[in-house]
């Protein structure tokens, strides 16, 4: 084998120094020949009414303006800016429910932020004085802010479609009651010994990526439209503005640009819809169309708020003998998501413990709020807050210890995964659990806090998960690469996953660089929407898991094809031969080889001898190449450990350190796993802490900024403790499981149950803030 | 909303005092001033606070001197950054109110930007600078056509963002009481995270007998629609042994006083419940630095 491998090391990111420095390019950065600047009109007044009359003639007007758009101006063609219709057959897509219910411009408001209209400019500063002259005439409707209220019978309707207002709920065709999980919770609930109910309010809590939505679309002199986006998933978005346009697939030219972070919003279509109809208007001349962080806020989705309720029967000696849970999520004011993650919520729930029985019911509702849509984790921070407390409050009363319930009730390998009917592959919670107690000390705190009384008083917690390595097989799951030997036997690898910045890329690079035995600066990576085939997109934290499998089918099809050519020449069976070093080397006779540069090289450079039409070597440029799909989704787990410190009299929640162990599988950057741990901690503390959105009753944000909207810093964060459990899943390429998504899952329910060490009371609503904490300890 | 393009506006860049009093003059009323911009160039306040003239403080020769006379005080040019205070060791020394506010203040990159001056001019009650100087006592140096005056800090807020200031005066200079080796200060805040607005902030100036207090400055923020001085709960101080029992009483009698509001940072409820807690922790703190 090669004497440097490259899996397992803690390479830096590709793009590391890039970013740190500011010399990415991102699509804010374009500057094209002719460009010009569009800005979408957004309602900024109400949340709910009707467009009476849009004037746009003062605004044409201004001196410098090319065009303005009104609804009626642009494709009259509904689309949803989610992209689960691509995923799912168009059977279980009808059964999902799922709708496009969405106008590029639209002259009904279903939430603050709504898009009215588009002007197109020389420059952003007339495009945006522009705009202020748009006289828009309203005629305000009634506000829902939640599922309770536009659920209710004389709401007004958002879609004919929807009766109810209620965009999901778990179809009877597939559920059963509308129900996800086995059993007969009624029967099995009674025979409880005790029984725990309670409902959560979760969040409404926004992704905050680094880089503010921005475009630049231009509908060329050859008839293709180009659009620069910094999608997490440009092969979903390039056929959907194929069919939003009518154009084929092959006239899209979708541009990936650097993407400045993702979580999830980039998770389909944001504003490419507006910046390509834009472009349309103007031919030949490219639109950039670029976000402020306020309208960012209004225009794109968040994770689903709702109310979690919950109810937990267990017999004296822990065993849950009964779980029934019902998630009714606002899914905001379109759909996009409102299938997916009231799905997911409940099988991250019925995926963790061994209940007697389970139902879950998932359902979302329209509100005027700003839509919901995917955020890192997917509904399971969701499920944690609910389900981990519940669990702790049994612990509690049973006077068990959480972390023993935990590894007695949870499941396992072999166990039906979160996908029930695919079995867990493997499962290392039990290692994550016992290395996590012992690094934050569990034995020792949970006796030494039990009984305090002073001002500042301290906890810990746990909180355990599981999650999925790649959409497999709820969603379709496939994904391409090619990998392209140039003449002198450097690498091209073309694959259509993006790297968000999780460092997909890196590791891609590194497994096709041990895969093939050569060095990773001698592999560029394509990330060409015309030149590769198709992915998924980057969620599902299923990039390295999925992209992986891929990159090692597309070079082991590189090998079969050095070795066979190796054969033809040196004489010597395929089986009598092996890799060594970049050469193909014969087992029997070290002396007959050939170097991998050698065979690239004559298959491109392939010369017939004119005196004996011989040729040197076997003709043809070698192109290794993988359609994968994967066959299976091998789930990771992790456990989480918090302490906290409250403090009684101003209710603030300090935390101290989080502990977490994560079952990786096997890591192929370790540095990056624990760069995901550490992020995704961050985003968990935000939503247990700080992070929610607002709204007025009138709908309007009260703070879309971050002037109001707070994340923690690094002064706020904690000292955090990494522990990668590699135990080495059976079915996963090189053994590997995912952690991207996981992030910000278990320090959520970790940091609840900590700080209800602390205090002795369970919190209900997130984010738990001292405001809250003071209410409950005056209570 | 926010915007991605400023206002339209004239830049003046005027070179000494005179200059700007004569332009402040000229076009009354119709020229913000523009000291470290933490403020002025946040977008809600722009939209509210536009104006056809930005005058800068940038080009201006002086107005950035931090010295400490004893006997006198300490003087702040109107051009000192908040993180000068915390390089200077006579504000360590004789305000460590002003120094901690200063400590606590923002992250280092708005530190270095933001000027003590323009915290007062802004007449936030949240001004985390203008909460210690409130306690510690001070007065506003204003020059305008006619001179020099000086407004007491007491005098100095009118309003929610509004100051004794004219409209053709330029605030020079702050100058804090003197301290003694018998006084002692403190400041605290809370906040959402660390780098935040102030959604409560109490400062103390004690001058002290001992264990007695002989005379007391209390200033609190976010309780009221300026900065607000505690006198009732002072005089519960004054010439009282600091005890437990005394300061259980001073955190009830600042619940009764403030007059805080519901707003993004926090609620009246909750203001009101720990405006008594920081004010007794900041006391204790206060004394025993002392
Ligand atoms: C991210 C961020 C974090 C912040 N955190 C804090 C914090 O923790 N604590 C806190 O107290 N504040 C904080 N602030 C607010 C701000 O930084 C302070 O109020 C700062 O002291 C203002 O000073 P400046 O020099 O930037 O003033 P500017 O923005 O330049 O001016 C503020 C106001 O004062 C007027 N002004 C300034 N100088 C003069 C003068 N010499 N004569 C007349 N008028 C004048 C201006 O016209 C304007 O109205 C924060 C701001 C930001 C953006």
């Known amino acids: 084998m090669n004497a440097k491998t490259y899996v397992g090391q803690s390479v830096p990111k590709l793009d590391a120094r890039e970013k740190a420095t500011g010399q990415a390019i991102y699509a804010a950065d374009l500057n094209l020949p002719g460009m010009l600047y569009g800005k979408i009109v957004r309602c900024r007044d109400f949340a709910h009414a009707k467009v009476l009359k849009l004037d746009l003639s003062e605004a044409a007007q201004v001196p410098g303006v090319v065009k303005v758009l009104g609804p009626k101006d642009v494709t009259q063609k509904r689309y949803n800016s989610g992209v689960l219709d691509l995923m799912v057959s168009e059977g279980l897509g009808e059964v999902l429910g799922d709708i496009e219910d969405q106008h590029i411009f639209t002259d009904y408001v279903r939430h603050q932020g709504d898009a009215i209209c588009g002007i197109i400019a020389e420059s952003e500063e007339i495009a945006e004085i522009a705009a202020q002259k748009v006289k828009v005439f309203y005629e305000a409707l009634p506000v829902y802010l939640t599922a309770e209220d536009s659920s209710r019978p004389d709401a007004i309707q958002f879609d004919e479609r929807k009766p109810g207002n209620r965009a999901f709920q778990l179809p009877e065709q597939m559920f059963p009651g509308n129900a996800y999980g086995w059993g007969d919770v009624d029967a099995e609930m009674a025979k409880a010994d005790m029984v725990f109910e309670e409902t959560f309010t979760l969040p409404k809590v926004k992704q905050c990526q680094m880089e503010t939505h921005s475009y630049v679309a231009m509908y060329d002199q050859t008839g293709r439209l180009n659009c620069w986006t910094s999608t997490q998933m440009p092969k979903c978005v390039q056929p959907k503005l194929a069919r939003l346009f009518d154009l084929p697939i092959s006239r899209v030219n979708l541009v990936s640009t650097t993407i400045g972070g993702g979580f999830g919003v980039r998770l389909g279509m944001i504003c490419e819809p507006e910046t390509c109809a834009m472009a349309m208007a103007v031919p030949g001349r490219p639109v950039k169309v670029q976000l402020t962080r306020e309208e960012d806020w209004l225009a794109s989705e968040s994770r689903h708020p709702g109310k979690y309720w919950i109810k937990l029967g267990v017999k004296m000696d822990g065993t849950p003998v009964a779980l029934d849970a019902r998630f009714m999520a606002s899914t905001g004011a379109y759909f996009t998501h409102a299938s997916g993650v009231p799905f997911t919520t409940g099988s991250w729930l019925t995926g963790m413990y061994k209940y007697g029985a389970v139902r879950y019911k998932g359902e979302a509702y329209f509100t005027n ?93 746990v909180s355990v998960m599981n999650h999925t390595s790649g959409a497999m097989p709820m969603l379709l799951e496939h994904t391409t690469c090619t990998v392209k030997m140039n003449e002198d036997g450097s690498v091209v690898l073309m694959i259509s996953c ?38 998924i997109g980057s969620h599902a934290s299923r990039t390295t898991y999925v992209g992986g499998g891929a990159v090692i089918k597309a070079c082991e099809d590189v090998k079969r094809q050095l070795i066979e050519r190796a054969s033809i020449r040196l004489g010597v069976d395929k089986e009598d031969l092996e890799f060594k070093e970049r050469q193909v080397v014969a087992r029997s006779d070290a002396s007959k080889k050939l170097s991998v540069k050698e065979i690239c090289h004559s298959g491109v450079y392939n010369f017939t001898n004119p005196a004996n039409g011989e040729t040197n070597g076997v003709p043809g440029q070698i192109q290794g190449y993988a359609s994968h799909f994967p066959s299976h989704n091998s789930p990771p787990f992790g456990a989480c450990f918090a302490e906290v410190e409250v403090d009684t009299e101003t209710g603030e929640v300090k935390v101290l350190e989080l502990v977490i162990a994560h079952d990786i599988g096997r890591a192929i950057n370790p540095m990056a796993v624990e760069g995901q741990l550490e992020g995704g901690a961050h985003q968990a503390l935000g939503m247990i802490l700080t992070e929610e959105t607002c709204y ?27 522990i990668l459990v590699e135990q080495p899943d059976p079915i996963a390429p090189m053994g590997i499981k995912s952690v991207g998504e996981a992030g910000p899952v278990n320090p959520v329910g970790a940091t609840a149950n900590a700080i209800s060490h602390a205090l002795g009371i369970m919190f209900t609503e997130a984010p738990i803030t001292p405001e809250r904490v003071l209410k409950a300890l005056n209570q | ?140 140096v204003l020059q305008g056509p006619a001179g020099q005056r000086l407004v007491d800090i007491d005098d100095f807020w009118v309003s929610y963002g509004v100051t004794e200031r004219q409209p053709d005066e330029l605030a020079v200079e702050l100058r804090i009481d003197d301290t003694s080796s018998s006084t002692c200060s403190a400041f605290q805040r809370l906040t959402r995270v660390h780098e935040d607005l102030s959604k409560l902030n109490v400062a103390v100036r004690l001058e002290m007998d001992q264990d ?64 008594g807690v920081i004010l007794k922790r900041v006391i204790e703190q206060a004394v025993a630095k002392s």
């Open chain 1, 369 to 461: 709020q700003a839509p919901s849509g995917a955020f890192r984790g997917y509904g399971n921070p969701q499920t944690n807050f609910a389900l981990e407390q519940i669990v702790d409050r049994a612990c509690n009363a049973l006077n068990i210890d959480p972390v023993e319930w935990r590894k007695k009730w949870h499941k396992g390998t072999g166990d039906d995964g979160w996908c029930i009917g695919v079995p867990f592959s493997s499962c290392a919670l039990d290692e994550c659990l016992d290395r996590g107690a012992k690094a934050i000390g569990w034995n020792e705190k949970r006796a030494k806090y039990a009984n305090q009384t002073g001002v500042k008083r301290r906890g810990v917690g």
């Open chain 1, 498 to 535: 993006s790297d968000m910045g999780q460092g997909s890329h890196t590791v891609l690079k590194q497994i096709a660089a041990d895969a093939l035995g050569m060095p990773m600066d001698e592999i560029h990576i394509l990330n060409n929407m015309d030149a590769s085939g198709f992915d």
């Open chain 1, 696 to 722: 007025n009753d009138a709908g309007l944000c009260r703070n879309n900024s971050f002037t109001d909207y707070k994340m923690l810093g690094p002064v706020d964060m904690p000292r955090i403790t990494t």
């Open chain 2, 1 to 140: 909303m926010s915007s991605r393009v400023l206002p339209q506006f004239d830049l003046l860049e005027p070179r000494n005092v005179a200059d700007v009093i004569a332009l402040l003059s000229q076009h009354e009323n119709q020229v913000s001033v523009l000291a470290g911009g933490t403020d002025l160039l946040v977008w809600a306040y722009i939209e509210k606070n536009k104006t056809p003239y930005v005058l800068s403080l940038s080009a201006i020769e002086g107005l950035d001197h931090l010295d400490y006379v004893a006997g006198e005080g300490l003087r702040i040019g109107a051009k000192v950054k908040v993180a000068q205070l915390l390089k200077h060791p006579d504000v360590a020394k004789h305000y460590p109110a002003l120094y901690q506010a200063a400590e606590n203040f923002a992250t280092p990159q708005i530190r270095n930007m933001a000027t003590v001056m323009g915290n007062v001019l802004r007449a936030s009650p949240a001004g985390d600078c203008s909460c210690a100087i409130l306690a510690l006592g001070a007065k506003v």
């Open chain 2, 212 to 275: 007695t207090c002989k005379q007391a400055r209390i200033a609190m923020g976010c309780v009221g629609p300026t900065p607000l001085r505690l006198k009732k709960t002072e005089r519960l101080l004054t010439g009282a042994k600091i005890s437990a029992e005394l300061l259980q009483q001073v955190a009830a009698a600042a619940r009764e006083e403030v007059t805080p509001i519901d707003d993004q940072r926090s609620t009246a409820e909750y203001r009101r419940q720990v405006s």
